[in-house]
């Protein structure tokens, strides 16, 4: 085992003197930089554009990108506030389709301007304290998940993972790299197999910046050498996050994890899905109903300006697929690690997370 040592803060998503800052993910790893908005329409383009991504970060962002159009919003009268709110939440709501947390947070933000009494300058100001109150619970989340996730990884350990489930994907710490960071912080030696992850690149760009920073190692690799590592015996547990978990546990993450759980399965290694509640849909009752985003097929044919796919040629660009819960070994919560029948464990998380609140 090495030294106990605490993670770097990367935090992705701020509020700093009246703006919304992010870092600028698309600008990584080149460039490391920050970016503010003051206009909620901005904010809504950097989540299209994925300046900001991961199913956390964007779910905070546009809990803080509603607090930030209310402050600017002029009504007379509390109907005619939420009414004029209600058009922006949808825009934020629909900026894309596939995880969870963007609706989650939008939801909660707008039945929180509803239900709170007052004047308009007190609704203003609880939905600014409610969203500063989400960027904190999910820096909260993170270290629980890390901490409970940190035990299913042996010390000595070599963790597949795909996309970046890290704290560019958060508000900071990140869900399955939080899970790596908390097994470091405890002294364990675990090293990182990034999947490049096609099209855009987030494990080779992002995870493996975020684990350079750390000083965690971390080897890249193509989407198509996992299954052969596993082979070889040089993988002890795949650790992903998570867009939309169903009811039943079927989760949707980045294209490419559910042939990363067929191939684990068959090598019988382990594959753990770390994700906030606030990632499961339980008006779902399985994956069959999640929406996946289809993005720009530029995405696949070009690299940067650079065509490299014959002009006319048919492509695909799924952003997500749904890897179904009986690939699933755990998911792992900030309520603890949930283990199959998910229908029963999910339900127990929630019913253990209500109590705690009161
Ligand atoms: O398209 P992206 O980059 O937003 O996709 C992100 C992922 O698939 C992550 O694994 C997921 O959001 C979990 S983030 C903690």
Known sequence: MSQLRPAKIIQTVSWESGRLRLIDQNALPAIMRHLDYTDWRDVVEAIRAMVVRGAP???????????????????????????RLEPIAERFRT????????????????????????????????????????????????RRMGWFGADLLSDNSNVLTHCNAGALATVGYGTALGVVRAAVEMGKNVHVYADETRPRLQGMKLTAWEMVQEGIPVTVIADNMAASLMRQGRVDAVVVGADRIASNGDT????GTYSLAVVAHHHNIPFYVAAPLSTIDRDLPNGLQIPI?????????????????????????????????????????????????YTHSIEAAFDIARKAKG
């Open 293 to 341: 985003e289809q993005r720009d097929t530029r995405e696949m044919t070009h690299i940067g300006d650079t065509r490299i796919a014959p002009e006319g040629v048919n492509v695909l660009n799924p952003a997500f697929d749904v890897t179904p819960a009986e690939l699933i070994s755990a998911i792992i919560t900030e309520e603890g690690v949930l283990r199959p029948q």
């Open 252 to 255: 949707a993450n980045k294209i």
């Open 95 to 142: 900026a894309r389709p596939t995880a969870v947390n963007l609706m989650w947070a939008v939801d909660r933000q707008m039945n929180l301007a509803r239900n709170t009494p007052g004047s308009v300058v007190d609704i203003k100001d609880a939905l600014m304290r409610e969203a500063l109150l989400m960027l904190e619970e999910d820096l909260t989340a993170n």
């Open 57 to 83: 970060a964007i779910g905070c962002t546009a809990a803080l990108g509603i607090a930030m159009a209310a402050r600017n919003l002029i009504a007379e009268g509390r109907e005619a506030f939420i009414e």
